[in-house]
């Protein structure tokens, strides 16, 4: 598994961590049942101090993407769409309704939104999912 | 936080030298367990913080604590529960590095001679060996084993990375991470490389002029300080005398404003001052540390 991290950029750094192991099982680098190495392996090769890592696992916990457990480490999860599918949504409204009142500032009517969102959408590549209507929630 | 948890308290600590005041009011809590970061430019203050902090020198006003006591009136037991590594602290050339664990061990209550030549092992040092022998990252790695021979609860580190190259540098940092903090120790340290500070400290304070800027967990100072970049259709405005705008620069039609505590405000005074377009950039801590310790101290942004 590859992360890497950048002590130079103004992201923080578990931040960055989060972003790294979320884009690596995007991609299927890292699949659902894979072990992340454990918080002191990774804060000593990346040469970071444990909270930060042990942070970024909370984060990744908390958002789904791996679960814990206790004395055997920390795993890659089975993606939940619909388990978060609210949260997800909430998220993406809060995000487009400040990028929307930004561009609203700067002048833009809603043609050249509309526009400017077709455009980017289209760029998007969605991957299959077969499961994407399921309903049951099963935690 | 609640008094047991700060290892370390700075009450309104202030020390002048003459007419000069090396540190104003410096009031800080360094909680159990955390890697502080003493940050600020050569003669902020922070030696004299740290020397206030081992009883080495009298504040004028304001008081230091560690581990519970006032600083000044440090008891030798207290004090062996302090591992301190000075700024260029050198070590006897010809001694042996054993010698120097014997001799250490000698002196001060509660150094481990097992504890020591384990640390000795992890790095792969000869205690065989001369100091005088050693690399200059070597010899910097013997002085922190030296002082966490003890077994410390607190460790103060003034500038330890200074003149290390960077694959040394990189090898005391993953001691530092290693040694240091995986056995849940807190630490104190000072340093001029950002990027070091922001891989092992999770904790940062900014010293300026003697007077403490900002401090707080790495990402909450982080994220609490931002740079507005207005671009207006003539010439920028002069920068607007705003509480939280650290410092300001114009250039033609656009104007930069780094502010502490949320760009809203200074936003707001953009866009009735005309600004067209408006760019909100986080920074690095090397960019901030920079704003603060560039910026008359006398500006806004006071120390939380």
Redesign the interface.
Known sequence: MILRID????????QQLVNCVKSAVATGRMRPGDKLPSV?EL??E???????VARAFQVLDAEGVTYSRRGSGTFVAEPRPTLRKDEGLRRYRAALDALLA?AL???LDAHDMWGGFEESLAELHFPPRGEEEREDDDE | MTMSDAVVRFDRLTRWFGERAALSDFTLDVPRGSVYALLGRNGAGKTTALRCLLGLMRPTRGRAEVLGMDAATLPPAARARIGFVAEGQTLVPWMKVRMLGEFQGATMPGFDAAVFSAHLDRLGIDASQRVKNLSRGQRAQVALALALAPSPELVILDDPAMGLDPVVRREFLEVMIDLVHAEGRTVLFTSHVLADVERVADHVAILHQGVLRVSGAVDDVKSRIVRVHAHFDGDAPAAPELAGVLKSSARGRALSLTVCDGPEAVSEWARTHGAVKLDVERLTLEDLFIDYTTSPVTGGGAAA
């Open positions: 002590p130079s950029s103004p992201e923080p750094l578990f002191r804060a000593r990346l040469v970071v101090n444990p909270n930060t930004d500032h700067m002048g």
